[in-house]
T-cell receptor, first 113, second 115 residues
Framework: AQSVTQLGSHVSVSEGALVLLRCNYS??????LFWYVQYPNQGLQLLLK??????LVKGINGFEAEFKKSETSFHLTKPSAHMSDAAEYFC???????????FGTGTRLQVFP | KAGVTQTPRYLIKTRGQQVTLSCSPI?????VSWYQQTPGQGLQFLFE???????NKGNFPGRFSGRQFSNSRSEMNVSTLELGDSALYLC??????????????FGPGTRLTVL
């Protein structure tokens, strides 16, 4: 069965510091992987997705993620955190021939001035 | 272009009642999925509809049901509400193109509180 694991339910960084949010996947076949962001009292917004076209995926708001098959990882990074990045981030996997998303438990990012 | 809309945004019910939540997908989208979000269980898949047919179902009791209409709008129903059904219910739509993956566009959710 497919699944994703997010390490660290809370991550705190200073404004301008590197953001690193960790996600490991478990899948018997090459997966489709996604990162979503959720701001308070809002739905989910897609940051980026991996569909096997390229291992380094660039998303919105300066975020990017690298697919590493050898490490079964898809970590999300941003070189310089901004106060507006404070939100909850979810890693998710989608199977083939379905729109069903399986989400990780989420990581709450706090950004301090 | 209008996004995914969900009505109502907030709902308060008492135990034992039933509730119906509505989702209008982005125009042209043919697939609608529902998710339940709670602090304890996180984001869990409820069901997925495509062309008025349930294509996938999550591990929820039969009190949770849904349907999709010919215009792709979807409703989900929860009967005999329990306190544990208090959650944010999110709807997502996609083009449902063959070959995937199809980007899911999420609505703002319906916050259900069961007293």
């Amino acid at each position: 069965a497919q699944s994703v694991t997010q390490l660290g339910s809370h991550v705190s960084v200073s404004e301008g510091a590197l953001v690193l949010l960790r996600c490991n996947y478990s899948s018997s076949v090459p997966p489709y992987l996604f990162w979503y962001v959720q701001y308070p009292n809002q739905g989910l917004q897609l940051l980026l997705k991996y569909t096997s076209a390229a291992t380094l995926v660039k998303g919105i708001n300066g975020f990017e993620a690298e697919f590493k098959k050898s490490e079964t990882s898809f970590h999300l990074t941003k070189p310089s955190a901004h106060m507006s990045d404070a939100a909850e981030y979810f890693c998710a996997v989608m199977g083939e021939n379905t729109d069903k998303l399986i989400f990780g438990t989420g990581t709450r990012l706090q950004v301090f001035p | 272009k209008a996004g995914v809309t969900q009505t109502p945004r907030y709902l308060i019910k008492t135990r034992g009642q039933q509730v119906t939540l509505s989702c209008s997908p982005i125009s042209g989208h043919r697939s609608v999925s529902w998710y339940q979000q709670t602090p304890g269980q996180g984001l869990q898949f409820l069901f997925e509809y495509f062309s008025e047919t349930q294509r996938n179902k999550g591990n929820f009791p039969g009190r949770f049901s849904g349907r999709q209409f010919s215009n792709s709008r979807s409703e989900m129903n929860v009967s005999t509400l329990e306190l544990g059904d208090s959650a944010l219910y999110l709807c997502a739509s996609s083009w449902a193109l063959a070959g995937g993956p199809n980007e899911q566009f999420f609505g703002p959710g319906t916050r259900l509180t069961v007293l």
